[in-house]
């Protein structure tokens, strides 16, 4: 093949027909040394994440600073409205009256957690995303139906399109596709 | 299926250990009932109602658990029946109560009863009769629940059973509803009355989840310590770890959303005859209580059980379960004492003896129970 060509290969990509099938390819790459893996299935597959090595996200600290963000606005938009910018004296109680500001800084503290769990997950994972390579292969539509796929892109150090799609080849996958670009 | 002999001779030092400490801080109360009988029983109360809750919170989890299955459950199921099958003994333990009412409920006392025209009128469900009547009714069905929630025709003691197969789900479903009523009119009676001018619809809702965190954060504590010193008894996976402290994680959420419902509606609308119990409990000293339960019972578990890796470490789940498991101590003084001492923070010394006397004799029962059935492998459970 052609230097030019390979250098406008995206990855690899390997069908297989089950998730145990997938599970244990996904391992075999690990241990081979490929960092730059991805893996598509049409449901969630228990211990997929792990053996991918993806066990730590952003997602937590994201989740805790949205949660002390809502919790802090929430509490001072009550207090600005409340003693500053429209004072009201309800049955002589205080204008900094603490008790009633807190379901409101609770509901606004689970708010910005929650926008933040979801946005911070979509911007984490690169959504949304018009164009991905791996579409080019008109077989990867079944990866949301009964098809399981293992993806080894070309900018992982150890990638070389002949020595990967012969390690792939060798997983016993139902196929084997090379991705353009 | 059966324990090492390490283990069961550390189990039978631990007994013998509680048994005496029980007996012992038994006596001395016995020695505070001649010396004061008034304050013996409202000691004992506290007492009899600390541990009485933590079986109570036990059964409560036990029919959660057979319920709706799941992993977290198989790990502690043992330690919940041996909370939950101690509720008979509590039963009797609880009789010296009996001579006490007087001492304890102001509409046990005739007199004050006859001066009282809001105490006559509550009289057909608040008197000595009835309530005793109420008394031996909960803990007769309790106990039935406990013992027939764990009762196991089909298979052995260490195998899973996946949701009513032995068609259990379905008496834990009506049981989970009948523990709901029956622990909210069991809050009425033994806690509400102590004030029987003042009411709050939450208040039996409040009180019930207070010890089903209670009694949950002991099992957890004791599961964590177990499995980590005493040689036969599973390690707990981490994954299980996980979903125990998330549970707890969210026992205290609702446990700190019902406590402070409570507090905002009666401070919303404040008025005079309900804010009496909060004058009684935020004044006079007792404001400390009110801030230790504020900060230990909610905001500090609150935070650490958000950790991923706190929550999957059996050292420091347990220890977050035991600081909640001696801040529901701390709430209970909180709620009885006052009713005595309004606005005037005072702690007897038999207060604190009273618990300590059930519970030794309490905790050998949970540790016996353990150790005639105990908490081994499960099959069919993934590591």
Same mark, same amino acid.
Do not use: A, C
């Given at each position: 093949m052609p230097m030019t060509e390979a250098a406008r290969i995206h990855g690899v990509l390997a069908e297989f027909d089950s998730p145990e099938a997938l599970l244990q390819a996904t391992r075999k790459a690990a241990s081979a040394g490929f960092t730059e893996v991805e893996a598509y299935t049409p449901y969630p597959v228990h211990g997929l994440a792990d053996s991918l090595g993806?066990?730590?996200?952003g997602i937590p600290a994201l989740v805790f600073t949205g949660g002390l963000i809502g919790c802090i606005s929430g509490y001072l938009l009550q207090y600005w409205v409340s003693v500053h910018a429209y004072p009201i004296n309800v049955g002589g109680r !205080?204008? *900094?009256?603490?008790p009633s500001f807190i379901p409101v800084t609770f509901e606004t503290t689970v708010l910005c957690a929650a926008l933040f769990a979801v946005l911070g997950m979509l911007g984490l994972n690169g959504?949304?995303? !018009?164009? *991905?390579?791996?579409?080019?292969?008109?077989?990867?539509?079944r990866a949301s139906q009964d098809r399981f796929f293992l993806y080894i892109l070309?900018?992982?150090?150890?990638?070389d399109l002949r020595e990967t799609r012969r390690f792939l080849e060798n997983l016993k996958p139902r196929e084997v596709f090379d991705v353009p670009e | 299926m059966s324990l090492p002999e390490s283990t069961r001779t550390r189990l039978n030092q631990m007994i013998a250990m509680a048994v005496t400490t029980g007996l012992a801080a038994g006596v001395i109360c016995l020695i505070g009932w001649i010396a004061d009988g008034t304050q013996f029983h409202r000691s004992y109360l506290i007492g009899i109602l600390f541990w009485t809750g933590l079986s109570l919170g036990a059964l409560g989890v036990l029919m959660l658990h057979y319920l709706v299955d799941g992993n977290w459950g198989h790990a502690v199921v043992r330690y919940l029946e041996a909370s939950a099958r101690l509720l008979p003994p509590l039963g009797l333990l609880a009789l010296p109560l009996g001579f006490g009412l007087q001492e304890i409920y102001v509409w046990a006392d005739p007199v004050r009863v006859l001066g009282d025209p809001l105490l006559q009128h509550k009289l057909p469900y608040l008197n000595p009769g009835s309530f005793v009547l109420r008394y031996a009714a909960y803990f007769v069905i309790w106990s039935t629940l406990a013992f027939a929630v764990g009762?196991?025709?089909?298979?052995?003691?260490?195998q899973v059973d996946p949701?009513?197969?032995?068609?259990r789900g379905a008496l834990c479903a009506i049981g989970l509803v009948v523990f709901v009523v029956t622990g909210t009119f069991a809050a009425i009676d033994w806690?509400?009355?102590?004030?029987?001018h003042w009411f709050s619809t939450i208040y039996g809702c409040m009180i019930l989840m207070g010890m089903v965190l209670a009694g949950f954060a002991f099992v957890v504590a004791a599961a964590c310590r177990m499995s980590r010193?005493?040689?036969?008894?599973p390690v707990i996976p981490a994954a299980a770890l996980n979903d125990l402290g998330s549970l707890l994680f969210a026992f205290v959420m609702i446990w700190a959303y019902l406590t402070f419902s409570q507090f905002l509606l009666i401070w919303s609308a404040n008025i005079v005859e309900e804010t009496t119990w909060y004058f009684a409990r935020l004044d006079g000293g007792w404001q400390t209580f009110g801030i230790l339960l504020a900060v230990f019972h909610f905001a500090v578990p609150f935070v650490l059980l958000l950790s991923r890796e706190l929550k999957r470490s059996a050292r420091r789940l347990g220890s977050v379960a035991s600081v909640l498991v001696t801040m529901h101590l701390v709430e209970l003084i909180w709620l009885v004492v006052p009713a005595f001492h309004a606005g005037h923070l005072r702690i007897h010394w038999l207060d604190l003896m009273a618990p300590l006397a059930v519970g030794g004799l309490w905790f050998a029962g949970f540790l016996w129970q353990l150790s005639s059935r105990p908490p081994t492998k499960l099959e069919g459970v993934p590591a």
């Open positions: 993806f066990t730590r996200t !205080p204008l *900094h009256s603490w959504l949304p995303m !018009p164009y *991905h390579p791996v579409f080019n292969i008109p077989q990867f539509e070309s900018r992982d150090e150890k990638f | 009762y196991r025709r089909g298979p052995g003691l260490n949701g009513g197969k032995e068609g806690l509400m009355s102590l004030e029987p010193h005493l040689e036969g008894i």
